[in-house]
């Protein structure tokens, strides 16, 4: 793969990308980098946005190992450009962030469900507790944990430290539980 090519292509881009980014045109330029990408066979799961310092492009492994290798490999070629930043995992937010991200993707809140954590040998377990009404597929509820923990810790912890998630849909659990501020607490 040719990496060195898709920055190079980039840099071509890369100022009026940003113009565009940061005149709210951020499915424009999504686009843009996703047809950059493809263009140089690298199929790699990103998003965009914007920060006090300039617009990021924040590349995701999804929780695979080979994924973030090829990732690390992308940045390692990647240019330094003034208007952008370029990550190799999602970076831990806000706990009310990523609130909002699960409530638009899953229309659940993950503040009011409760959690359990589990320590294994390779490594922690949480276990987000879901009611047994919600109709949720167990892929979209492995999805919503996953993003939840990878928006909530940080996807480079969750990976590096063997962190799974785990949905388990009942009503009322047996063990004692966390709100999702608490987990955090205890993880931090």
């Not at 045109?25 to 686009?31: A, E, I, L, S, Y």
């Not at 966390?178 to 987990?183: D, F, K, M, P, Y």
Request: glycine share 6%.
């Amino acid at each position: 793969m040719s990496y060195v090519a898709f920055w190079a292509d980039f840099i071509k881009y890369a100022v009026s990308l940003a113009n565009e980014l940061q005149s709210g045109n951020k499915r424009k330029t999504f686009d843009a980098i996703d047809g950059l990408l493809r263009s140089h066979s690298l199929d790699f799961c990103f998003d965009i946005t914007t920060n006090e310092t300039g617009c990021l492009v924040i590349f995701s492994p999804e929780g695979r190992f080979d994924d973030a290798l090829s990732i690390d490999e992308l940045l390692r070629a990647a240019p330094s450009l003034t208007a952008w930043t370029f990550l190799g995992r999602r970076p831990k937010k806000n706990l009310y962030d990523v609130a909002a991200i699960i409530r638009r993707l899953y229309i659940l809140d993950p503040l009011q469900m409760r959690y359990r954590l589990q320590t294994e040998r390779e490594g922690s377990v949480i276990e987000m507790i879901v009611p047994s009404t919600v109709d949720l597929s167990l892929e979209e509820s492995k999805g919503m944990v996953n993003t939840f923990l990878w928006h909530a810790i940080g996807e480079r912890r969750v990976m590096d430290q063997g962190i799974r998630g785990n949905v388990i849909f009942h009503d009322k659990p047996f063990e004692p539980t966390l709100s999702a501020e608490e987990l955090m607490s205890l993880l931090e």
